[in-house]
């Protein structure tokens, strides 16, 4: 969408492109590849619209004479800092447009992170590190509901388990692709996704956009979200997975149901998700079935008995400041998994009020939730994933001492497809070709190298994981889980290492 013609006469563009003269030879090529026409030839030379250019990159990389640079523009107004920037551009548009404003990716305030605040202890001499190059170090995770206790009957000849264990998916890393969907990014996207997956021997989550009749050869990769909406869901799509997931909330709009712009509704995503082509798919707020725990227990049994038991059925929460209760809830309704997404979890398209300022972060919501449930002795009844903003391998570590079992991610995917977070997923013209159903686009991104580099990018986590791991004197993730005590606090703020259960450095 163009910007409104009263924001260009009030407001200096965010980034300016700059095209060397000298350089250009008047290829075209970027005007081919900006999407969002800030490029275009008048017949003599290559001009620049920089109200529509939103810092993506692609020009200024796909030029064979490296004659473009992009940059942030330093002609801002007046510094104030309540009436900053950012506000002063929001106000303009909105009494402009009169609606309200878009944004996807994930929260880009600079909210402090509590992962920064956290460092990781070592070992030595007395408790010494493992090495893992020479030593067994473990990162599977069993995804499902664990037996509280074991009971066994033998004869004269075996020993067997005489209660029936709970379905559990083994994963060979505690790293799974979030809930990203078919609509949100694009078919190339979605099939570099579960190709990497399948080849990493972890999971990938559908998101609420249903699952492309493609995509089912994958079955064993795949978490089927079951959102408000109930778009694509029918008895294939909950059948033929791994696990199925109940979306109640998520962490970039905590309160809100999914927003699929009607630009991203193609004839693909129309059938995928059995809605019209070209309407908004706007997902309700609540599930019109679930006003409680009670309801909420309901539709958990239903799509248990649906897949005949066979797979973990779990739910998906937004951290917000009831998340421990309502886990405990949750656990209790017999959920065999909770995701817990935080405030900074990244979206294709949600109101920016929301993604900027609803929500708590994950650090603190997995440890409140941890901790409640180890108090109500039902931890053991449930895998705990965290999703929302966990962005490398550290915050992989910290995130399962703090208590989750795995994690979740999205952004990181994305960015190792190519994604330059330009933050403009919501309008459907992705120069990279993931956040985006215009074809031309879509043919952009590589399945095959997409794969193999989310494939490598999670190969580095897990044996970053596995050094660390080793350096804490752990030989397994499942040891790591919950183990505060391999965890400092550095941060000012005592209430904070309270809430995390985390000991100040030198304590
Ligand atoms: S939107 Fe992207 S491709 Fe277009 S001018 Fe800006 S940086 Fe270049
Ligand atoms: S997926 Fe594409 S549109 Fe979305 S942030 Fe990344 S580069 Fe921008």
């Known amino acids: 969408m163009a910007l409104e013609s009263n924001i260009r006469h009030r407001v200096p563009p965010k980034f300016l492109v700059n095209i060397d003269r000298e350089r250009c030879i008047l290829c075209k090529r970027c005007t081919i590849n900006c999407s969002y026409g800030a490029l275009s030839f008048n017949g003599e030379r290559i001009v620049a619209d920089n109200y529509e250019c939103v810092m993506c990159q692609r020009c200024a990389l796909m030029c064979p004479q490296s004659a473009i640079t992009v940059r942030v523009n330093d002609v801002q107004y007046a510094p104030h800092y309540n009436y900053n920037d950012r506000i002063r551009r929001i106000i303009f548009e909105q009494s402009g447009t009169g609606g309200v404003l878009l944004a996807s990716t994930g929260n880009d305030l600079a909210y402090h992170h509590v992962f920064d605040d956290l460092l990781m202890d070592a070992c030595q001499v007395t408790n010494p590190a493992i090495d893992p190059l020479r030593e067994p170090v473990e990162t599977k995770v069993f995804v ?47 099939l570099s996704i579960l190709k990497a997956a399948k080849r990493i021997g972890t999971l990938a989550g559908t998101g609420e956009g249903g699952l492309h009749k493609d995509f089912f050869q994958y079955k064993d990769n795949v978490i089927s979200e079951v959102a408000s909406g109930r778009f694509g869901v029918d008895n294939r799509y909950l059948k033929e997975v791994a696990a199925l997931e109940i979306k109640i909330g998520q962490g970039a709009k905590p309160g809100h149901g999914g927003h699929l712009p009607g630009e991203k509704v193609s004839k693909m995503i129309s059938e995928t998700r059995m809605i019209p082509q070209g309407s908004d798919a706007l997902s309700p707020y609540p599930h019109h079935d679930i006003y409680s725990i009670e309801d909420l227990a309901q539709l958990i049994a239903a799509l248990k008995e649906t897949t005949d038991y066979q797979v973990p059925v779990g739910v998906k929460i937004a951290a917000v400041h009831n998340v421990a209760p309502i886990s405990s809830g949750i656990a209790r309704a017999d959920a065999d998994f909770i995701t817990i997404d935080g405030f900074r979890g990244g979206t294709g398209a949600a109101p920016r009020i929301i993604r900027d300022h609803a929500g708590i972060p994950i650090e603190l919501a997995i440890a409140a939730v941890d901790q409640r449930l180890r108090e109500e002795g039902i931890r053991q009844n449930i895998t705990l994933f965290a999703g929302g903003s966990i962005r490398y391998s550290a915050d992989l570590v910290k995130i399962i001492a703090l208590g989750a079992d795995a994690a979740q991610v999205c952004t990181p995917v994305l960015i190792a497809m190519g994604c330059t977070v330009c933050q403009s997923c919501h309008r459907g013209l992705c120069t990279w070709g993931i956040a985006t159903q215009r074809a031309d686009l879509v043919h952009r991104l590589d399945v095959d190298v997409s794969a193999k580099r989310i494939t490598n990018l999670f190969k580095a986590w897990n044996e970053e994981l596995r050094e660390i791991l080793g350096a804490l004197g752990i030989d397994s993730v499942e040891s790591l889980k919950g183990n505060r005590d391999r965890l400092r606090y550095v941060g000012s703020n005592p209430k904070i290492a309270e809430i995390l259960g985390v000991k100040h450095a030198g304590d």
């Open 144 to 190: 499902g509901k664990k037996l509280s206790q074991l009971e066994f009957e033998t004869d004269l000849r075996d020993v067997v388990l005489a209660l029936e264990y709970p379905p559990n998916i083994e994963i060979q890393t505690p790293i799974i692709v979030g809930h990203m969907s078919i609509g949100s990014i694009s078919y190339n996207a979605c």
